[in-house]
């Protein structure tokens, strides 16, 4: 375990696992023949079913595209939601998807309010689609209905909505109480990600296909393949999902993933020292988002290698960048740069964006960057801090002056830390060169001060000491990892068989909305020798998932079309 010791010798714990050991040393060669079968049988998920998911609620982000293509309704209600909260890394995982009294009202208040819009001053947006009448009624409620539950109603539900049309004498008054109605109800608010019903099963098809890839409802085209059966072969899915990767709603859908699990929200909510570092402002901190979501985009939507997310040589620099990378400033904004060599910057590690947000509000912080790679790219769940451990580091001070990596010594050798900091620490170890906006550093310099704090202004400090950075990391784990900068670290990990799995992981949770299962193994290894199969293209990703997911029992074959060429 290169953690750290896990059993202390002479503990009862230790004679268990030496009885242990000592029991399977004896087995005879068909029992150790029957447990190899088991563990490889346990490894290939045999046996296991994979867990479904009958219903998703719709995201926040999804119940404002929705009413956005439903009704033309822009106002984003949904923003006055009570915030969703990360569990597995995403805002979109089944876990998280309850629905509290509050959240309730708050669908009650939106369905009442976009209604009422939708018909302000008569049919202003034509959703109305015939003259009124009786016929009119009952084709409103099947049409109108079809697009807000994604699927075709009952016959049950289709005299119910227009039984309650009905009551209302004035026909654009009584579509907007079916608006209203229709927007409340459990079929519109929850998607149905899985049904037994075969006449059912093509809609739900086109509709997790379009929550996927535009993170809203069907269009007109994609209800129509479902009701011609296009959709029920890997080849007609596939078709579909590569004419939805070309409408534009693709690329700001996929923005969002990318901003989940970037974590774009830790720097938006940051807070930095503002007389050490002035650079850092609310506009630095939205280019910095900017920045790496136009670096992940230029990967997927130009069909580049996407594990040159942590080796390519370039970012994109704005006027507010600029002076953090001490470089001049652009001629347009988000211009392209490419990095010198004596910058040690390399991909998305060496952006201001992730130096920034794996940072403490005075400096650096090693174990949160550190953290950051295992988790976020190497999908390593370090666990909690145990409890009662004091995390606080030794303060500074004049007479004893420290780097990070000094003050954390105590996590290498105290026994109750070192476990998970001998996995991480070495991590952020080798990114020191960089601050706590990101900005390059060639000595650690701290500053003292006497005397009391008046003012807002920047203070002379009364001493300044300049410290030597040992800036080697490691990642344990992997071998030949040992880097010096977040060249070096990007380096190891675009090589890394764990962390070309990882991506693949993180982009099966968004779509699953659940975290991976022994079941889902064999899957897990499908879509990642398809993404090696395809040099890490991650739009080819994004389409074997979606076909796997169909279709799980059929071999999925990424087909790379000819202008799938690094460029």
Known sequence: MGGGERIKPGTPDEQTLRAWIAKLTQLSAPELAQALKYREEEAAGAGRPVAQLGLRRLT???????????????????????????????????????????????????????????????????????????????????????????????????????????????????????????????????????????????????????????????????????????LSTPQGVEKAVRRMLDHPRARSAFDDFVSQWLRFDRILTASRDRRKYPLFTRESALAMTKEAS????????????????????????????????????????????????????????????????????????????GLFVREQFLCQHVPDPPAGVNTNLPPVTEAKPQTNRDRMSEHATNPSCATCHKLIDPIGFGLEKFDAIGARREKVTLEFFSGRREGEGRRTPSKTIDLDLDVKGYVTGIPDSQFSSPAGLGTALARSPQCQECVVKQYFRYIAGRSETPADRPAIRKLLDNFRNSQFRFKELIVSVLVLREFPNREVNVHVASNHQAQ
Not at 70 to 95: C, I, K, W, Y
Not at 149 to 171: A, C, H, I, V
Not at 201 to 206: G, L, M, Q, R, S
Not at 312 to 320: D, F, L, P, R, T
Request: aromatic letters at 12%.
């Open 60 to 230: 926040h982000s999804q119940f404002n595209n929705t009413v956005r293509d439903l009704l033309g309704d822009e106002t984003s209600p949904a923003d006055q939601f009570p915030p969703e909260d990360f569990v597995n890394g995403f805002r979109n995982q089944s876990q998280a998807q309850g629905l509290s009294p509050l959240l309730i009202e708050a669908y009650s208040g939106a369905a009442e309010r976009v209604a009422r819009a939708a018909f302000r001053g008569g049919d202003t947006h034509g959703l109305i689609p015939c003259k009124p009448s009786a016929a009119c009624r009952a084709r409103f409620v099947r049409e109108f209905g079809l697009k807000t539950f994604r699927r075709p109603l009952g016959p049950d539900e289709q005299k119910r909505y227009e039984t309650l049309m009905s009551r209302e004498p004035d026909f654009v008054t009584g579509a907007q109480l079916v608006t209203e109605a229709m927007l409340q109800s459990s079929n519109f608010l929850f998607r149905l990600d899985e049904t037994s019903d075969p006449k059912w099963k093509p809609y739900v098809t086109a509709s997790r296909l379009s929550y996927s890839i535009w993170d809203t409802m069907p269009d007109a085209e994609l209800f129509a393949a479902a009701a011609r059966g296009d």
């Open 294 to 369: 136009m670096f992940v985009a230029d990967l997927v939507w130009n069909d580049r290698n996407f594990m040159d997310l942590f080796t390519a040589k370039y970012g994109y620099v704005s006027a507010e960048l600029a002076p953090i990378y001490k470089v001049p400033p652009p001629a347009k904004e988000f211009e392209k740069i490419v990095f010198t060599p004596e910058s040690e910057r390399a991909g998305l590690l060496g952006q201001t964006l992730f130096l920034a947000m794996t940072a403490k509000p005075e400096d650096s912080s090693p174990t949160a960057r």
